[in-house]
């Protein structure tokens, strides 16, 4: 393998599951580097982070500003040709499925490579298997477009995808890999305004990359949506 690998890894109150991530990452040789975006987080995820100090990157903010924010500095603080983003809160990651999401790109197979994870314990999130985390891509393609992350929060999967709209993409499945739920990171009041601001910013991000596809009507629709989850939000306090 010639290509250089950055891995990124944005996080945000993840003590439970960021050390076993990047262990597995570290182990597994292949990283020209790992950068842990710590956004903000109030556990002790900065204190999981201390016992990899010599072997790692991390890039730390007080407050929290979002997973495009995170994945943008990440993106700023690296220096490989490819970048594999992971996301903080997988659970059962191997060294054989890092090889298996890097093998398409590196091959000149595929432009991008999106790994479909099993999501909150129901195996598949089909038909939105397009918004996982877990990528590989050229560094090259994005960073002209890392203000668009910032933009969007968690929407950034969107804009990654529509980069890539006329590129090659393949989707692989890593079936023993998971994705913890809210609900399990967080007391279920805080889950759920979680759940709403993330349907929000994907609203944003689809409404922001596809405006000029949309008709009148549509966009209107997004709106009406767009204030029911503000009123949401503020219902949920």
């Keep these: ?43 002790k995820t900065d204190r999981a982070l201390k016992q990899f100090a010599d072997t790692i990157t991390v890039v730390s903010r007080k407050i929290n500003k979002g997973k495009g924010w995170s994945m943008a500095e990440g993106v700023r603080a690296s220096s490989g040709e490819l970048v594999m983003f992971l ?8 060294h054989k499925d890092l090889d298996t999401m890097i093998a ?16 909150w314990n129901v195996k598949s999130f089909s038909p939105y298997d397009g918004i996982n985390g877990e990528r590989v891509l050229w560094r090259s393609s994005i960073i002209h477009r890392l ?11 969107f804009v990654i995808n529509d980069i890539h709209k006329n590129k090659r993409v393949k989707t692989i ?14 007391a279920v009041p805080e889950a759920m305004k979680q759940y709403v601001v993330e349907a929000g910013q ?3 991000a689809i409404v922001q990359i596809q405006t000029n596809d949309l008709s009148p009507k549509t966009k209107r629709v997004f709106r009406i949506t767009q204030s029911y989850i503000k009123q949401a939000l503020e219902y949920l306090g």
């Design 87 to 94: 996301d903080g809160d997988v659970v059962g990651l191997t």
């Design 173 to 186: 499945k890593l079936p023993y890999v998971f994705i913890l739920s809210k609900v399990e990171k967080a």
């Design 202 to 204: 994907f609203l944003k």
């Design 104 to 119: 398409p790109v590196v091959g000149k197979k595929a432009d991008m490579v999106i790994a479909v994870t099993n999501c």
């Design 1 to 43: 393998m010639t290509n250089t690998i950055s891995v990124i890894i944005p996080v945000y109150n993840e003590e439970r599951t960021i050390s076993s991530i990047v262990e597995i990452v570290r182990t597994w040789g292949k990283a020209h580097e790992i950068i842990v975006v710590n956004d903000g987080s109030t556990d």
């Design 147 to 157: 203000k668009d992350f910032e933009r969007v929060g968690n929407g950034v999967e």
